[in-house]
């Protein structure tokens, strides 16, 4: 993980957003993403990912889903 240490300290003028996917992402480069929380946006976004992910492994699983949960 060193060299996205150096890609990102030397870059770190460039951004005015992070988006980040998945908890493995997340922990993986939270701590040289961390001195940028004051100089952009930090969006972590799992929810969707694994709400999707959930509901289909219900599907498959043979469970009845709610319309509500679906949704």
């Keep these: 993980m060193n060299g996205f240490k150096t890609f990102i300290t030397i870059r770190k ?7 980040l ?5 997340m922990k ?6 961390f001195f940028l929380k004051d100089k952009c946006k930090i969006i972590y ?3 969707a990912i694994f709400t999707d992910r959930d509901i289909m492994k219900e599907e498959i699983s043979g469970k009845i889903i709610a319309e509500e949960k679906k949704i």
């Design 13 to 19: 003028a460039y951004f005015d957003i992070i988006w």
């Design 28 to 33: 993986a480069i939270k701590k040289h993403i």
């Design 45 to 47: 976004d799992a929810e």
């Design 21 to 25: 996917s998945r908890p493995h992402n």
